[in-house]
T-cell receptor, first 117, second 114 residues
Framework: DAGVIQSPRHEVTEMGQEVTLRCKPISGHDYLFWYRQTMMRGLELLIYFNNNVPIDDSGMPEDRFSAKMPNASFSTLKIQPSEPRDSAVYFC???????????????FGEGSRLTVL | GEDVEQSLFLSVREGDSSVINCTYTDSSSTYLYWYKQEPGAGLQLLTYIFSNMDMKQDQRLTVLLNKKDKHLSLRIADTQTGDSAIYFCAETFILTGGGNKLTFGTGTQLKVEL
């Protein structure tokens, strides 16, 4: 498996523009997580899905942020409109339940570095 | 990461041992993890320990768990320049459906000097 795939790797946009980040989780994983990493706040969990259903979005900072998972192999995180304080690295991660295959750890993508000017 | 604490920086000489410490808050964590993040990359699982264990050794890595004090440590023996990275500990919360939700610490920047 190629691992968790995120796109774009880098995005530079202007304030007010819409940003869409994409994620392809590892096949067979039934959990998907979106994290945001900044120097000030570290790693923050934004939202997670179980079997494509959003379970907890309490970490989503504002209504400007939305996430979808239309099927088991694709998820998006959208920011509309974007603001400079949204600049961060956004990570997608996927996992399965602990069991014989492993301890249920999260597998991370390489991240999408967003810069909002 | 406000519930999981780590020191921010650690500097060691090549060949020495590194010890990275972590305190967590959720005593019900089933697994505790150590992740490594290299510059410009995502987090990769380094090792983990099950909560009923006190110690786990994996080649150069030794994990110690003190459940009473909620203290976790990672020791890297014979530290190499390639070990320079940010190290995150993480505690777990069991989700509906059996999966794990991880809460990460602030990360410890390890710098290995020649």
């Amino acid at each position: 498996d190629a691992g968790v795939i995120q796109s774009p790797r880098h995005e530079v946009t202007e304030m007010g523009q819409e940003v869409t980040l994409r994620c392809k989780p590892i096949s067979g994983h039934d959990y998907l997580f979106w994290y945001r990493q900044t120097m000030m706040r570290g790693l923050e969990l934004l939202i997670y899905f179980n079997n494509n259903v959003p379970i907890d979005d309490s970490g989503m900072p504002e209504d400007r942020f939305s996430a979808k998972m239309p099927n088991a192999s694709f998820s998006t995180l959208k920011i509309q409109p974007s603001e400079p304080r949204d600049s961060a690295v956004y990570f997608c991660a996927s996992s399965s339940r602990p069991g014989l295959a492993g301890p249920g750890e999260l597998f991370f993508g390489e991240g999408s570095r967003l810069t909002v000017l | 990461g406000e519930d999981v604490e780590q020191s921010l920086f650690l500097s060691v000489r090549e060949g020495d041992s590194s010890v990275i410490n972590c305190t967590y808050t959720d005593s019900s964590s089933t697994y505790l993890y150590w992740y490594k993040q290299e510059p410009g990359a995502g987090l990769q699982l380094l090792t983990y320990i099950f909560s009923n264990m006190d110690m786990k050794q994996d080649q150069r890595l030794t994990v110690l768990l003190n459940k009473k004090d909620k203290h976790l440590s990672l020791r890297i023996a014979d530290t190499q320049t390639g070990d320079s990275a940010i190290y995150f500990c993480a505690e777990t919360f069991i989700l509906t459906g059996g999966g794990n939700k991880l809460t990460f610490g602030t990360g410890t920047q390890l710098k290995v000097e020649l």
